[in-house]
């Protein structure tokens, strides 16, 4: 099999200074927010063009912070697409919350603001929930519409976090989701195209109160700056709990190697997009391939296209060892533990797009020849099958 994502050849690249960069941290001994970790935040404010950055130890975690400093609970309203990764919907009945899912667009995958409007319409007039946030997750790599979304958010005085966990990167316009956005909340999953070797996230905002709350959320609600102003306290404030928090925090390790990564990310970002420009030309007049929102970058996460015999085409492609992969055959709204939520006007687009859609091997490393192998086998596919 040729690799779907190849982390090998990346390492490769990286070489020696990347596994000093791991013992040095072995060595320190400062496993847990050792001076990496702090680094690492500066150097995303950097690339993110980010007031704040804060890490943490997943995607998910980095969610869910931002829903705890808002204090978003039972009753509250948050919209986020159904055609996306469990995580995104996963968050509000974590903080007891409800998910409200909202269709996406048919070209780009990501939330339609139309149908977002007409979901907020829907929930007020019915009067259980309080509508209180908006997720818009940057499917496969590219930009939601967030020009629409932050004019929405606005409107009914939303809170608006980009999920940016495949999309870390992408921009609209020249800028990051985090222009229009309050937070920009980030994975650094493997096989995301910013990595890391195992577990990882960020949240970057623009607020310095919300970061504040953020960072102690991080550690146990432990008092940060803003909560020791005009008041006393005799002992080390990390152990005065102002309020309810948990343990988020990124190992040490991780920032060290997410920090080699993120000096080679916007180089990778240019490699992926010329690796998405040869599967259009090559494929553009045989299957579905992706559209861009006008004006967007994508880090392509993911190379998806669609085509009428998903099963057939992913079954030709194993046995020339090309591997395939659906990114989701089940929408949220279809499963157990989200089936219950509001899903004002239904989601026919999410429900055509999870039967067609089937993604291609999609790294910065895939070189021509070996691309080219793959969309020769399409193209066999689908001639052979009229
Ligand atoms: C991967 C992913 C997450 C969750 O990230 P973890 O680091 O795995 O917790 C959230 N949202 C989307 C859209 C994702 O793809």
């Known amino acids: 099999m040729i690799p779907f994502i190849d982390l090998h050849a990346q390492r490769q690249r990286?070489?020696?200074?990347?596994?000093?960069?791991?013992?040095?941290?072995?060595?320190s001994g400062a496993y847990v927010m050792g001076p990496e970790i702090g680094q690492l935040e500066a150097a995303l404010r950097d690339f993110g063009q980010a007031p704040h950055a804060l890490t943490c130890g997943s995607g998910t975690e980095a969610l869910v912070l931002p829903l705890m400093a808002w204090e978003i609970g039972p009753g509250d309203a948050v919209f986020c697409p159904s055609f996306t990764f469990a995580a995104t919907a996963e968050v509000m009945p974590l903080v007891g919350a409800s998910p409200v899912f909202v269709d996406v667009l048919p070209d780009t995958y990501n939330i339609d603001p139309a149908k977002l409007e007409a979901a907020i319409h829907a929930v007020k007039a019915a009067g259980e929930l309080t509508p209180r946030a908006i997720i818009a997750v940057d499917l496969f790599g590219q930009p939601a519409d967030y020009p629409a979304l932050a004019a929405i958010a606005a409107k009914h005085g939303l809170k608006l976090i980009a999920d940016?966990?495949?999309?870390?990167?992408?921009?609209?316009?020249?800028?990051?989701?985090?222009?229009?956005?309050d937070v920009t909340t980030t994975s650094f999953f493997p096989a995301k195209p910013l990595g890391c070797y195992g577990d990882g996230g960020a949240v970057l905002c623009k607020d310095a109160r919300l970061y504040d709350l953020l960072v102690s959320l991080r550690v146990h609600g432990q008092a940060v700056a803003s909560d020791l102003e005009g008041r006393t306290f005799d002992h080390d404030p990390k152990y005065l709990n102002m309020r309810v928090g948990m343990n988020a925090r990124m190992d040490t390790i991780q920032a060290a190697v997410l920090l080699q990564k993120l000096a080679i990310?916007?180089?990778?970002?240019?490699?992926?997009g010329r690796v998405a420009a040869r599967y259009a030309e090559g494929l553009g007049d045989v299957v579905g391939v992706p559209r861009v929102i006008a004006g967007g970058v994508s880090v392509w996460a993911q190379y998806t296209i669609q085509t009428d015999d998903r099963d057939g085409l992913a079954a030709h492609l194993r046995s020339q060892e090309i591997p395939t992969a659906v990114y989701y055959p089940v929408p949220l709204h279809r499963q157990g533990p989200y089936a219950d939520y509001p899903q004002p006007g239904g989601l026919p687009a999410t429900e055509a797009a999870a039967e067609r859609?089937?993604?291609?091997?999609?790294?910065?490393?895939?070189q021509p020849d070996v691309q080219d192998r793959i969309i020769s086998a399409i193209r066999n596919f689908v001639k052979r099958n009229g």
Do not use: N
């Open 265 to 272: 990310f916007p180089d990778e970002i240019e490699a992926r």
């Open 164 to 181: 940016s966990a495949q999309g870390f990167g992408c921009t609209l316009d020249g800028h990051h989701p985090l222009h229009w956005a």
């Open 14 to 27: 990286l070489g020696q200074p990347l596994e000093d960069a791991i013992l040095k941290v072995v060595r």
């Open 357 to 366: 859609v089937i993604a291609l091997p999609m790294h910065a490393y895939l």
